[in-house]
């Protein structure tokens, strides 16, 4: 399936090089509701963090109905979680990444505010991640968690067209298909790492003209 999702990336990305007759350029930013999936499970009580993105924004319109909407961006994900271990009874997990969502986008004409529908994959780039030891000290766990995160992203938007500028909000569901646990040591009573979150963003862009 990830092998999939990557031939997919690839083909949005010539997707966008070769079909696109419009580029909307611009800045995103929001909050992030971020969650994990661990396993075993039953040793976790796993609860949510709200956390920050920023970056930049870019829609490569291949038409009126359909573009390609690609957002680098600094992203927070996470989670806290109550453990059922004698050395830990609750730890945060926080990591930072360079996320690139490449997202096909269906835009429909409402006139001045046009909704839009969002899907495809994510790559998100491991920055740092720490967590939580029994003493409430933060740990680096950079090296015992995979640097890639994969995801698949659904999501809905509105924009707001004005002459020279669009101002926009959406929200996204980002749902991990990597196992980011790439360790037999410190997080060793871990079998599984999924990341999962719900974004909620705003932005501006403006047009650049056409190809």
Same mark, same amino acid.
Do not use: C
């Given at each position: &399936?990830?092998? +999939?999702?990557?031939? #997919?990336? =690839? =083909? /949005?990305?010539? /997707?966008?090089?070769?079909?696109?007759?419009?580029?909307?350029?611009?800045?995103?930013?929001?909050?992030?509701? +971020?969650?994990? $999936?661990?396993?075993?499970?039953?040793?976790?009580?796993?609860? %949510?963090? @709200?956390?920050?993105?920023?970056?930049?924004? &870019?829609?490569?319109?291949?038409?009126?109905?359909?573009?390609?909407?690609?957002?680098? &961006?600094?992203?927070?994900?996470?989670?806290?979680?109550?453990?059922?271990?004698? *050395?830990?009874?609750?730890?945060?997990?926080?990591?930072?990444? #360079?996320?690139?969502?490449?997202?096909? $986008?269906?835009? *429909?004409?409402? %006139?001045?505010?046009?909704?839009?529908?969002?899907?495809?994959?994510?790559?998100?780039?491991?920055?740092? +991640?720490?967590?939580?030891? %029994?003493?409430?000290?933060?740990?680096?766990?950079?090296?015992?968690?995979?640097?890639?995160?994969?995801?698949?992203?659904?999501?809905?938007?509105?924009?707001?067209?004005?002459?020279?500028?669009?101002?926009?909000?959406?929200?996204?569901?980002?749902?991990?298909?990597?196992?980011?646990?790439?360790?037999?040591?410190?997080?060793?009573? @871990?079998?599984?790492?999924? @990341? $999962? +979150?719900?974004?909620?963003?705003? %932005? #501006?862009?403006?047009?650049?003209?056409?190809?």
């Amino acid at each position: &399936m990830k092998k +999939s999702v990557v031939v #997919l990336l =690839v =083909v /949005f990305l010539l /997707f966008g090089y070769k079909a696109y007759s419009e580029v909307d350029f611009g800045v995103i930013a929001g909050v992030n509701s +971020s969650s994990l $999936r661990i396993e075993p499970a039953e040793d976790f009580d796993v609860e %949510g963090r @709200t956390t920050f993105g920023a970056g930049l924004f &870019m829609n490569l319109q291949a038409n009126d109905f359909l573009s390609l909407q690609i957002t680098p &961006m600094y992203l927070q994900k996470g989670g806290n979680a109550k453990v059922d271990y004698d *050395f830990l009874d609750y730890t945060e997990y926080r990591a930072d990444y #360079l996320e690139i969502p490449v997202l096909i $986008r269906l835009n *429909f004409d409402g %006139g001045m505010i046009k909704p839009y529908l969002l899907a495809g994959p994510s790559l998100g780039f491991q920055l740092n +991640s720490t967590y939580l030891d %029994g003493d409430g000290k933060e740990v680096d766990i950079t090296n015992d968690t995979k640097n890639l995160d994969l995801s698949l992203v659904l999501g809905a938007g509105l924009e707001i067209e004005f002459d020279n500028l669009s101002l926009f909000g959406q929200l996204t569901y980002n749902h991990g298909l990597s196992n980011l646990d790439n360790s037999d040591g410190i997080l060793d009573f @871990t079998d599984e790492i999924y @990341t $999962r +979150s719900i974004g909620f963003y705003v %932005g #501006l862009s403006v047009p650049l003209g056409k190809k």
